[in-house]
C-alpha cells in the first residue's frame, strides 16, 4: 500500500465512530468504510474451491505439455494463497 493510503486512514479514522466506520479510499475513485470491505472478503470455503479448480487445470495443463498454463494457475494459486491468508490470518504459515 503506498504512503498515502496510510496516511489517509490514519487521518479518516480520527473522524470516524468507529474502525468500521473508516473511510478507505480504492480503486476507480470508491470510497468504502472498512465495515463494508470486511464483509466483501471472500470465506476461506469460497477461496478452496478456486484452489481446488485451479489445481485440477494446472495438473492436466502440465500433464498436456501447457506449461504456459500450468504456470498461470500456479501463480493464481500464489495470489489466493496470499488472500487466505490476510483474511483468516490463523491459516498462515508460520
Given amino acids: 500500500m503506498k504512503l ?3 496516511c489517509t ?3 479518516a479514522s480520527l473522524y470516524a465512530q468507529s474502525m468500521a466506520d473508516t473511510i478507505v ?5 470508491i ?12 470465506s ?5 474451491i478456486e484452489f481446488g479448480h485451479r ?3 494446472t495438473y492436466y495443463g502440465a500433464k498436456s505439455g501447457n506449461l504456459k498454463l500450468a504456470h498461470y494457475e500456479m501463480e493464481e494459486l500464489l495470489k489466493a494463497q496470499k488472500t ?3 483474511t483468516r490470518p490463523e491459516y498462515k504459515k508460520v
Wanted: glycine letters at 8%; zero cysteines.
Fill in 4 to 6: 498515502t493510503g496510510i
Fill in 44 to 48: 476461506l470455503g469460497m477461496i478452496m
Fill in 31 to 42: 470510497h468504502m468504510t472498512l465495515g463494508e470491505l470486511a464483509e466483501i472478503q471472500p
Fill in 9 to 11: 486512514i490514519t487521518s
Fill in 25 to 29: 479510499p480504492i480503486k476507480h475513485n
Fill in 55 to 57: 489445481f485440477y487445470i
Fill in 84 to 86: 487466505a491468508e490476510a
